[in-house]
């Protein structure tokens, strides 16, 4: 019967929110108009990323350290009723002289392609490339970038990152081919392989970079966020600390959509959200990035930007936003979409709001108040008879 | 030994107190690592050296390096760096 069917099918959101104070579920219904927010988990822990894997629906990683001890990881095989402590988290190799760099923090989780179920990879800072093949039980180094002189240099050391400590992040697998993957690094740029990480190249055409740089050496590219339009994996975004950009595969020459963003604002900020199934369509979070980089909302005044035609043209959603004296923003990893129709978005502030919009943008509702500052929001789609 | 735990670490080993073995304080993390798993990560880096803000005492004598001597008659303590914030 269709009612049947309907019931079966009937999706509802699943946010997954990292804090510097620890990690919630906020367990929404299918009209993405309640809530139910279920946390702290790990109270305490600076959690950087929490991530549900999406080919078992279960199994959650949550990237976390606290002040005073080292980093691990923790897993949930069962949506976050139980957790237990990832035998070997993400570390880089020993060196005999002592000079060997350490994990401060394990930064970004991202699960592996569909075709290997328990891939998982995971950047750190400073910049480290990770994989587990247990479901994110024992990590070990990816890659030959850990060590690589020249990826080193491309790194640069501590003092060249950002006021959190330099990052490897959004590590994106192409949907179509596990040996294609591409990474960012703040700093150090853009980088792609296609032979499963044997090797990975730069991929730094068309970006700028800060006035008086060098555009060809990455170690002064800082891309902030990089996504893969699902829908089309030959397209890729990036918000950058110079700039949006577009890049379409198989070309290599990244072009700065931000330049159509309106100059009162301009085209700088951390997250980038694309649509899950019209690549012509992407939403950034513009914030403050003049004289000494407030990383603010722009005047005080929050809003996304979205674009309808690949960064032609932008539209500013702020309905529901404050109108004046917000002073937050959202970080690289706070801002998510959902896969329904229409598109939710979700965005979590340093301000500890969770933010969503269920019209794609068009209005916004607080989830949420009074969080520790959010570090990373994911959504995931799950049945609603499933439980959890 | 007696090994005195501080609090964001009794997740591991259930106590403030636990006894640890070793002639070294290597050797005494190594223990303490293989009955509570996962703890010397949380206190001793990648490359063997000891986190910034977790510090061990013996017999309430800070220490920095990971060979030095104990006995069975010593107290470790464990602690997290006492700076605020």
Redesign the interface.
């Given at each position: 019967m269709p009612g049947d069917t309907a019931t079966s099918t009937t999706l509802v959101p699943l946010i997954l929110v990292a804090t510097r104070k620890g990690a919630w579920l906020v367990r929404g219904d299918a009209g993405r108009s309640r809530w139910r927010l279920d946390g702290p988990h790990f109270l305490g822990h600076i959690v950087s990323h929490l991530m549900l894997d999406p080919r078992d629906g279960r199994t959650l990683l949550a990237a976390a350290k606290?002040?005073?001890?080292?980093p691990?990881v923790f897993r949930s095989m069962d949506l976050g009723a139980t957790w237990r402590?990832?035998?070997r988290?993400p570390?880089?190799?020993?060196?005999a002289d002592?000079?060997?760099?350490?994990?401060d923090h394990t930064f970004w989780l991202t699960p592996g392609h569909p075709s290997e179920p328990g891939c998982w990879y995971a950047g750190t800072s400073p910049q480290g490339l990770f994989r587990s093949e247990d479901g994110g039980d024992t990590w070990v180094p990816f890659s030959s970038i850990n060590d690589d002189p020249d990826y080193l240099r491309w790194m640069g050391t501590v003092q060249d990152g950002t006021p959190d400590g330099p990052k490897l992040h959004s590590i994106l697998v192409d949907p179509r081919d596990p040996a294609h993957l591409y990474f960012g690094m703040s700093g150090g740029g853009v980088h792609e392989s296609r032979n499963a990480g044997k090797t990975f190249a730069p991929l730094l055409n068309g970006l700028e970079v800060v006035e008086g740089f060098d555009v060809a050496d990455p170690t002064f590219h800082d891309p902030h966020c990089l996504r893969l339009s699902p829908a089309d994996p030959d397209r890729l975004y990036q918000q950058n600390h110079c700039g949006i950009y577009r890049l379409d595969r198989p070309g290599d020459t990244w072009v700065r959509i931000g330049r159509t963003m309106p100059p009162e604002v301009g085209d700088i900020g951390f997250p980038m959200v694309v649509h899950p199934r019209d690549p012509d369509r992407a939403w950034v979070f513009p914030m403050d990035g003049q004289t000494v980089w407030p990383r603010t909302s722009p005047d005080g005044k929050p809003a996304v930007y979205g674009t309808r035609d690949a960064g032609a043209t932008w539209q500013r959603l702020d309905a529901g936003l404050p109108r004046e004296q917000a002073w937050w923003t959202v970080k690289r990893q706070a801002m998510s979409a959902d896969a329904l129709d229409p598109v939710g978005l979700y965005f979590g502030t340093t301000s500890g709001e969770l933010w969503m919009s269920a019209d794609e943008g068009g209005s916004w509702t607080c989830v949420a108040r009074h969080l520790p500052e959010i570090y990373a929001v994911e959504v995931a789609q799950r049945s609603a008879e499933a439980g959890g | 030994m007696k090994v005195l735990i501080p609090t964001p670490l009794r997740t591991y080993t259930g106590a403030h107190c636990v006894a640890g073995s070793g002639t070294t304080l290597a050797e005494v993390l190594a223990d303490l690592e293989a009955r509570f798993p996962g703890i010397r990560f949380r206190m001793i880096d990648e490359q063997d050296r000891m986190r910034p803000h977790v510090r061990f005492f013996i017999n309430g004598r800070a220490v920095h390096d990971l060979a030095v001597r104990l006995d069975d008659t010593d107290e470790l303590a464990i602690v997290q760096a006492l700076s605020g914030g």
């Open positions: 606290t002040g005073h001890l080292g691990t402590e990832a035998a988290p570390a880089f190799a020993k060196r002592g000079k060997g760099r350490a994990v | -």
